[in-house]
Nanobody, 120 residues
Framework: QVQLVGSGGGSVQAGVSLRLPCAVS????????VGWFHHAPGEHRDQADL???????????VYADSVKGRFTISRENAKDTLFLQMNSLKVEDTGVYHC??????????WGQGTQVTVSL
């Protein structure tokens, strides 16, 4: 199995930066893709949109158009940690961020949501 523990988040003003870590444990050698989804306040996780994902082994990344140039996803394999560096935050980035991990063996695993609130 794979376990994910997200952290970070908080309330910030527009324009500042936040970094969201997600600790990955368990059968990490089986990981294919990891990343984050985001949903707005009041929505549920099944309404979330992909923010960014990264191939665990190769480091190849994909970003949503809305965050390109502002967000950076990375992983520190030695520490089995995933990061989402969020710069130039906008009000519309407000919501809950869920880290996830996909593997052929275990399917999709979700971390708990992390709240980010961006205000003017």
């Amino acid at each position: 199995q794979v376990q994910l523990v997200g952290s970070g988040g908080g309330s910030v003003q527009a324009g500042v930066s936040l970094r969201l870590p997600c600790a990955v444990s368990g059968h990490t050698s089986a990981l294919d893709t990891v990343g984050w989804f985001h949903h707005a306040p009041g929505e549920h996780r099944d309404q979330a949109d992909l923010v960014a994902r990264i191939i665990w082994t190769s480091g190849s990344t994909v970003y949503a158009d809305s965050v390109k140039g502002r967000f950076t996803i990375s992983r520190e394999n030695a520490k089995d940690t995933l990061f989402l560096q969020m710069n130039s935050l906008k009000v519309e980035d407000t919501g809950v961020y869920h880290c996830y991990a996909d593997s052929m063996i275990h399917g999709r695993t979700w971390g708990q949501g992390t709240q980010v609130t961006v205000s003017l």
